[in-house]
């Protein structure tokens, strides 16, 4: 379970990286649950163009979803929690979201079918190696340095007073067999990693129809990634 991560907090990485414009706010380096954090999604306009009219000619080609970076909480706020409390509770606990059962849990399952998929960027992740018999936070992250972009899902909670809240989920899957993720998180469990997309399908995850989504639920080549423990735990 992927709990802390390290932001891209260089404002000048996010247009070249994501092809997005730089945060309007400073983005903190760490990020835990319930924290505040950016995500890239659809751009709303985006979104709620009216569809052109059937021919029948060919259709052009489609374009790509207009991307946009938004601000939220680490920790994502299900639709039909009832109140600001509640939802303090439950964000804690949904910091990630597995993929296997993300259609069907109720606590995932209307931002996915509701096509509300988004791009978390990260430099790094943490995760704690118990091999030794003590947790020991290792900093995990591309061999190349670059930014990652890891699948999540966003949702959008409103208050019967309302306050809203703006949240988002990473999306997971099974590490079992990962040549780097199986040496993490405690013996007995099951490997989980972040769902970490390549950069040339960012439009396509962003713009995929629920039922295409899953297919880009896959594991990180693990040549890809480099680990090295973190000398001292910061907050």
Not at 99 to 117: H, I, K, M, P, Y
Request: with cysteine.
């Amino acid at each position: 379970m992927s709990t802390r991560y390290e932001s891209v907090h260089s404002a000048l990485l996010y247009p070249d990286a994501f092809r997005v414009d730089a945060p309007a706010v400073a983005v903190g380096r760490e990020v835990w649950p319930r924290q505040p954090g950016v995500f890239i999604r659809v751009a709303t306009a985006h979104e709620t163009e009216p569809a052109e009219e059937a021919t029948d000619a060919d259709p052009p080609p489609r374009e790509p979803p207009k991307r946009e970076l938004s601000a939220g909480q680490f920790g994502l706020v299900p639709r039909w929690v009832k109140s600001a409390s509640d939802a303090k509770l439950r964000s804690t606990k949904l910091v990630n979201a597995r993929s296997e059962t993300v259609t069907t849990s109720n606590n995932f399952r209307d931002a996915w079918l509701a096509g509300q998929r988004c791009i978390v960027p990260m430099r790094a992740f943490v995760e704690d190696d118990w091999r030794s018999g003590k947790a020991v936070p290792t900093r995990i992250n591309r061999v190349d340095g670059a930014p990652m972009g890891v699948a999540g899902l966003w949702e959008s909670w409103t208050g019967a007073e309302g306050e809203v809240i703006v949240s988002y989920t990473l999306l997971t899957v099974n590490a079992n067999s990962h040549a780097l993720m199986n040496r993490y998180q405690q013996a007995g469990n099951e490997k989980r990693m972040l769902a970490i997309l390549n950069e040339g399908a960012y439009d396509a995850w962003l713009g995929a129809r629920p039922e295409k989504a899953k297919e880009f639920m896959r594991a990180y080549p693990a040549n890809w990634l480099t680990a090295n423990p973190m000398e001292k735990s910061r907050q």
